[in-house]
């Protein structure tokens, strides 16, 4: 009894070491990725509410074969931060919905799921592993080391291409595997060898190379054959020690009878039990077998009706699009009538408008002048009627004066009495407004100014035509000036009218881009025209707003972070790209002062930016980079060596330069 305790102890720890694995896997998944962890825990759990098995996520549904190739599988998995590594795969379309709806709409969790569609063709490789020995000195194919359910290494294969990466554990014609175009990836000891073509010219070969990082998964993967070999054993070393015991008790059968009747009893109840939990499973097997086969017939009936169903479906879509057809050809006829009745109206309206401007024009004109004209005489009323009171006081004054003068002349002599009558008469004939004395005392006061301007300075008349003719000279000179002037504010109206709009239209696009740039990455941003009335001090207003609790606000030095402003000037850069074309463009350092999170968004606009079709090359000059960037399979990532050592693995500069010259590169 002793004996057989220790073997079960000592398998039993075995086994335990060996399932150790996949318990250390489960751990890191819950501790990194809660989200799939908890769709595990569910799938498990709820394996009644699928119709076939849930295999994931996928780094708990396969193991390496052989553990030397850990680091090497989970690099051309895309790493240990792979998202393939995260996927649940589901056996069919329904199963897909069902776990689509419970954990991903229902529960909200961040999984990855798929329901693959390949065959075994994506399995095929090239030529066998024994040639792949042979020519290239490879050892495996990616795919032939791993093994697990069909459907999830069918998966892995299409997405990864694991049908189409040798590995190696040890250094061998790594050269030869490059030249020989059959593989763009392999791995070869610690490294991983990426191949790239150029789409143009002598089709040059390019080879990058990744040193491997150990594995995190797969270093510590399930040995299934080693389990099953240490349950077969243990199964053996048990029968084994059953076979003794009996031995046992045969010996000592005959103080021990009854004991061994009911040994015996208790095996032959165990085997019954035993046969019966078989029965049960195969009943269960082959209960679940017909009920597939009766979802199979159900949906080969349903596969024979779908062509009849679709072929009726067509007839109703032609016959449709024929009936929209002829509404479409008899609307099309009526928009043309319809819109020449428009043109003959909107010329006629056109002709309306203008008339009704020049008669409007013509009305306000013939407003105006009987405005002023009405002015004009209430002016001259007014100043006809104080005429006629003035005119009767002068009147007046002249009778009264007319009499003193009468009276005067009495007392001159005969020929001073002429003389006085011929001014009477005079005066009666033309009249005047002046007294003598007032006359009298104007003649001597302007006697007395022209002789004191004459005494004082002699030239003075004659610097006063000289300022004359100046002046004149001078102000003939401001009209033309005016003149020129009010000609280049037409001219310089007439050219902004031109070229405004469409700097305001150009401007209006960047806006647009520029706004969505920053609505990507959760912030705010406007750009408007500064205008000033001096047209060199013209610019580009930027406002940008990078929190919730501010406002749009201009971009200067002293309101934003260095980091703010690169992420501005990145982001304004870009919204210019469709607008102005140019072979390639160069970045350089854009990253440095920013903050991690501006860092990888950036970055990841940038690559989303230039990888678009169409585009021009971007070039992304920087000292460093965050790790896990967001990248694809359009960019290129070029690591610049400057110094006196580098690895044994990389050729010295004139080897490639050579290189170069012998295939016609350089």
Known sequence: MTTKCFFFFFFYFRLKEVENALFIRVKKIKTRYPDVFEAYQFCRNNADKFVGRIHGPVVLSVNVKDVRYAAMIEQVLGGSASSHLRYFVCENAQDYRTFTRLLVDEKKLKVNVTWPDANDDVLKTQFSETELQTKL????????????????????????????????????????????GYFRKFCIGETFYNVKIADYGNRSKQTSTIPLRPAEYFSDSVDREAKAALTEEYRTLEASLQQADIVIKEYNIEHDQVKQKIEECKHKKEDLIAQKRDVQRAAQEHTKKLHMLDRSKAELEESKKRPQLLLEKINQLERKIEEIKETEEALIQDYIVNLKTYVEYYERRNMFDLQKIFATEKFNAINTYCREQTKILQIAEQTYTQEKRQLALAQREAQRYMRDCEDAGGN???????????????????????????????????????????FANPNAMKNYEDRKRQIELLE?????????????????????AVWEPRIDKLVARIGVKFSEAFKRIKCNGEIDVDKQEDFDKWGINIRVRFRDSEKLQLLTGQRQSGGERSVTTVLYLMSLQNLAKSPFRVVDEINQGMDPRNERMIHEQIVLGASKPGTSQYFLITPKLLPNL?????????????????????????????????????
């Open 137 to 180: 000195g490879m050892d495996h194919y990616a795919v032939n080391l791993l093994e697990g359910d069909p459907h999830v290494i069918r998966y892995l294969a299409k997405a990864c291409h694991l049908n189409l990466i040798p590995l190696a554990l040890k250094h061998s014609r790594e050269e030869q595997v490059v030249n020989s």
């Open 476 to 496: 003939q000179k401001i009209e033309s000036n005016k003149s020129k002037i009010l000609h280049c504010r037409d001219e310089i109206a007439t050219l902004r």
């Open 412 to 454: 001159l002599s005969e020929e001073l009495h002429v003389q006085f009558q011929e001014i009477l008469r005079a005066w009666r004939t033309e009249g005047t407004s002046e007294s003598l004395d007032s006359l009298t005392q104007k003649i001597a006061q302007e006697k007395t100014r022209v002789e004191a301007i004459r």
């Open 630 to 666: 967001f990248y694809n399979e359009r960019m290129r990532v070029l690591c610049i060596y400057n110094s006196e050592w580098l690895p044994t693995k990389i050729q010295p500069l004139s080897y490639y330069l050579e290189n170069a010259r012998a295939n016609g590169v350089a």
